[in-house]
């Protein structure tokens, strides 16, 4: 019997070696998944998210891509052993684009196109304004807005879940706000090892690069909702989604409400679909009473084919 559930996908920073090799040899449906990336990307997706180097898999425009792969290969495998429905989708950033596949707006060859291009032009723009990101633990997110106000060049990138912030901004001003943030009262300032300052104004010329290459790729109506993160809203409507990911590359992203939206909703079972288990961490801190289940491995798949019953 399928159970209802909601469908999550985990965004950049989930990456790592080995990343789906296990669901590639176990399953054809992961297979089939790994191989049509290679075949659309024009290179091997697969052998560097199973071998890496690690250098090439955490750059942007690769990292992207590979989670998406990873994500959709281990889709393919859970949808095909009928144990829960998804009744509506979600992605932290870059899962947006994997849980657009999920509803079947997007076709995977399309998402796989549009989010190379984003990583490519994120790293362009990260290039061309440099900048770092910080995650302020144990601050109200009105006194970060307040810091971020007095230091300036510093602006609030994703609202993971109750007790951190994270803000993008100019290399200089990101040390500044780490070290006054300790100073008035955070818990912890940990400087991100990421590339640029995602999520903000800093990321504009990606943004207005992409926008170009969205207009271009044919988005259908879900068949169900999917929750955007500029907007912690659900949306069946092409347009409006294509807009929510044009603003979604330079503005911060509202993962922990798009959580509380939708288990508002009466919806208590998540399944988290991808490389890692950061979002389940995010949810025991968002709603300790959510149920999550994780599927990125064979052993998680072969649970669900052999009990129906997972471990939550």
Known sequence: MSQDAVFMFPGQGAQYIGMGKELYHSFPEAK??????????????????????????????????AILTHSIAALRCLEKTGKFTPKITLGLSLGEYSALVAAGCLTFESALMLVRKRGEYMDMAAQKNPGKMVTILGMPVKDVEELCKGIGGCEIANLNCPGQVVVSGK????????????????????????????????????????????????????????????????????????????????????????????????????????????????????????????????????????????VV
């Open 32 to 65: 089939d998944v790994f191989d049509k990336a290679n075949a659309v990307l024009k290179f091997d997706i697969t052998k560097l998210c199973f071998e890496g180097p690690k250098d090439e898999l955490t750059n942007t425009a690769n990292s992207q891509v």
């Open 171 to 310: 290399a200089n001003n990101i040390e500044l706000l780490a070290s006054f943030a300790k100073d008035k009262g955070a818990k912890r300032a940990i400087i991100l090892d990421v590339s640029g300052a995602f999520h903000s104004s800093l990321m504009t010329p990606a943004k207005d690069k992409l926008e170009k290459e969205i207009e271009k790729i044919t988005f259908n109506p879900p068949a169900i909702p999917v929750i955007s993160n500029v907007t912690a809203e659900p949306t069946q409507d092409p347009a409006i989604i294509k807009r929510n990911l044009i603003t979604q590359v330079n503005s911060k992203t509202l993962f922990e409400a798009s959580v509380r939206y939708t288990a508002a909703q009466g919806f208590k079972t998540f399944i988290e679909i991808g490389p890692g288990q950061v979002l389940k961490g995010l949810l025991k801190k968002i709603d300790p009473s959510l149920q999550v289940v994780n599927i990125e491995k064979p052993e998680h798949i072969s649970a669900l084919s052999i009990s129906g019953n997972p």
